[in-house]
């Protein structure tokens, strides 16, 4: 025991673990060194973030009833602008810190601001006080202006410092001047986001939402004429919908039809905790979205809001089917009630509490009470004034209703847990064929891709299942990493056939399984990364020809009225040179960014339809072939867990690399 104790006592000349090895980090310092604990990492999705917080303060503004209009700006420098004409952040001396002014409390200190009590903003998206202060921290340049008073207020800031002192000019005059406002002019740190770039398309549609969320303002989005847009962005547009919420359930319905002739919908005030507005419709197609919001801030992960609004109608519709002395309502669920629905939620309360900093779930518990008790005997008075809407309705949950428990009984057990996740990262949304002859699952790169395939398919033999981003690399995980993958465990039960030892083929779900995913590095990264988990973890799958990759376009090439759609550079060249003649004309070229960027038109005419598309089987040698034995090397050394393998092979073929375009 002697011995213990003295090998484990500090040596003579030994590091030792003092005052001096305690490291205080200042001012925006942490933001910095650590990015993901207040934006959520350093990705694409983290750097549009930055716009989202810029822009909540704005609508904060707005919410509060001191703005009218927004410009968001995206220009071809990568800055953005984002301008109100609100009250105008205060530059007058901070009380606590009297040398330095409110503004430069608010961009340089975390958790400052207006938010935290009083009545200066009684329902906001921005509550912990770090959003404008995180953007500056992370911005490399950032320039602040401020109209109050009659006077210009500008200063400088990099990197969460101030450059330069608060300047004071008299304010614009003339028509058209801006009274009062606020103006934030931010360009993203190289150093933190390396070579990403802000994309017009989800920028414009964050703007949009909000347009959407708060009728009383005007959103006016403006993007650099040389920056690529998908088609359906425009350059420049007012974006203002007096409708609210009815107008975004309009638009998501896109003129298909409903279970019942109107929506529900409706405003509702909180009794002085709030308010909170709604609107829901029933698609005869069944396929339901779920979007909602707090303070105007989006909650995908959903929360306590949407629990009450199930609640609400479920108990609701458990109510009339009473009433009406139809006993199968009882059986129905929260579940049979949402999956098929397009819902649109907005909740406006006072101090709302999320889910961490990107505010992704809302998790107050009186949200609950509050939406459950405004939303109850709202529905009940819609369902008695439309008898026969009502009957239409609840007969369709009855059916969905039903069906489950049909299932269940059948003891179906993967098609129900992988149809169950529809609002659940890797979502399936399934065929309506029973059987897999026929029939083929897309796996596709993210949600956004999943909804313009899921418009693009063809319901009864083409199932849909996004995957949240770059899966795991099964081939240098552990076991342990591989059994805890949500993504991968949605995947295989999706399929149904099990995997590894379990793999049974006859158990196998789809006829083609395709891999779907953008025509580019990213894209072919993914599609190698699904490979890889196939041959792997479902070799059988391969071997017996299933699994396919989808040939979507890169360019579409238009003059007049004739459209062509090409692969790659290489064969948009070709097509350039023999099938469009000089004499006729300019050629349009379109570059797709993203299957999400994709209309759903194009996607299924050049990708999805079986009569017109491409696909690339993929094959795998039997086994006990050279062939087989040289591909289980080639997976090992790109994919595996020696990064000297991929080192020696690059070696030995950069020699055959040309023409990158990095």
């Not at 340049?141 to 207020?153: C, W």
């Not at 059948?410 to 949304?429: H, N, V």
């Not at 693009?456 to 076991?479: D, F, M």
């Not at 149904?496 to 395709?514: A, F, N, W």
Request: aromatic share 6%; charged share 30%.
């Amino acid at each position: 025991m002697s011995d213990l104790f003295e090998d484990n006592a500090p040596k003579k000349g030994g590091s030792g673990y003092s005052a001096k090895d305690i490291e205080v980090l200042e001012g925006l310092e942490p933001v910095r060194r650590r990015p993901g604990m207040y934006i959520g990492g350093t990705d694409e999705r983290a750097l549009h973030h930055l716009v989202a917080e810029v822009l909540d303060n704005a609508m904060d503004e707005a919410v509060a009833g001191h703005a009218s209009k927004i410009d968001l700006e995206l220009h071809a420098d990568g800055t953005v602008i984002v301008r109100d004409n609100g009250r105008g952040i205060p530059v007058d001396p901070h009380p606590k810190f009297p040398k330095m002014s409110a503004l430069e409390v608010i961009l340089t200190m975390l958790h400052s601001g207006g938010k935290f009590g009083g009545d200066a903003y009684k329902t906001s998206g921005g509550l912990h006080g770090v959003g404008i202060s995180v953007v500056n921290a992370l911005a490399d340049k950032l320039t602040v202006e401020i109209i109050r008073d009659k006077k210009l207020y500008t200063q400088e800031y990099s990197r969460g410092k101030a450059q330069t002192k608060i300047k004071e000019s008299p304010a614009p005059t003339g028509a058209g001047a801006i009274k009062r406002g606020t103006s934030i002019r931010f360009h993203p740190d190289a150093e933190i986001f390396g070579a990403l770039h802000f994309k017009a398309a989800p920028i414009y549609r964050m703007a949009r939402g909000k347009a959407y969320l708060f009728r009383g303002v005007q959103i006016h989005w403006w993007c650099d004429p040389s920056l690529p847009r998908p088609d359906d962005v425009p350059q420049e547009e007012t974006l203002h919908f007096p409708g609210g919420l009815s107008d975004y359930l309009t638009a998501l319905l896109d003129e298909r039809e409903t279970v019942t002739p109107r929506p529900f919908d409706g405003v509702a005030e909180l009794g002085g905790s709030g308010r909170v507005e709604w609107a829901l419709s029933w698609p005869v197609d069944h396929e339901g979205t779920s979007v909602s919001f707090c303070n105007t801030v989006p909650t995908p992960e959903g929360g306590t809001h949407e629990s009450g609004l199930r609640t609400a109608l479920t108990r609701s519709l458990k109510a009339y089917g009473e009433m009406t002395n139809n006993r199968r309502a009882q059986q129905i669920t929260a579940e049979d009630v949402m999956d098929g629905a397009v819902v649109i939620l907005s909740l406006f309360i006072r101090e709302p509490q999320f889910q961490g900093q990107t505010k992704e779930r809302l998790s107050s518990p009186e949200a609950a009470r509050l939406v459950d008790s405004a939303l109850k005997d709202r529905f009940d008075h819609w369902l008695t004034d439309d008898t026969a809407g009502a009957r239409l309705l609840l007969d369709a949950i009855i059916d969905r209703a039903e069906d489950r428990l049909r299932r269940r009984q059948q003891k179906d057990l993967e098609r129900k847990t992988a149809t169950r996740k529809l609002r659940l990262p890797g979502k399936l949304t399934d065929c309506s064929r029973s059987n897999a002859e026929g029939t083929e699952i897309f796996l596709v790169e993210g949600d956004s891709a999943g909804g313009s395939a899921k418009q693009a398919r063809e319901r009864e033999t083409q199932a849909i299942l996004p995957l949240r981003g770059k899966i795991l690399n099964v081939a240098s995980a552990s076991s342990d990493r591989l059994r805890a993958n949500q993504e991968l465990a949605d995947l295989t039960l999706a399929l149904g056939c099990g995997s590894g030892d379990r793999y049974d083929q006859s158990k196998l779900r789809y006829e083609r399984v395709i891999v779907m995913t953008d025509a580019d590095v990213d894209g072919a990264h993914i599609a190698s990364l699904l490979m890889t988990f196939f041959f792997r973890e479902m070799p059988e799958l391969v071997l017996s020809g299933h699994l396919f990759l989808a040939s979507p376009p890169l360019y579409r090439l238009t003059q007049g009225e004739k459209t062509i759609y090409a692969r790659d550079d290489a064969h948009k060249d070709v097509l350039m040179k023999d099938s469009f003649p000089a004499s006729k004309g300019k050629v349009e070229i379109s570059r797709f960014k993203g299957l999400g960027e994709m209309p759903a038109r194009n996607l299924r005419d050049t990708t999805m339809d079986p009569k017109k598309r491409t696909l690339l089987r993929v094959n795998l040698p039997p086994k006990g072939e050279d062939a087989h034995k040289h591909a289980v090397e080639m997976v090992e050394s790109l994919m595996g867990r020696k990064p000297e393998l991929r080192f020696d092979f690059i070696q030995k073929n950069a020699k055959f690399a040309h023409d990158l375009d990095v």
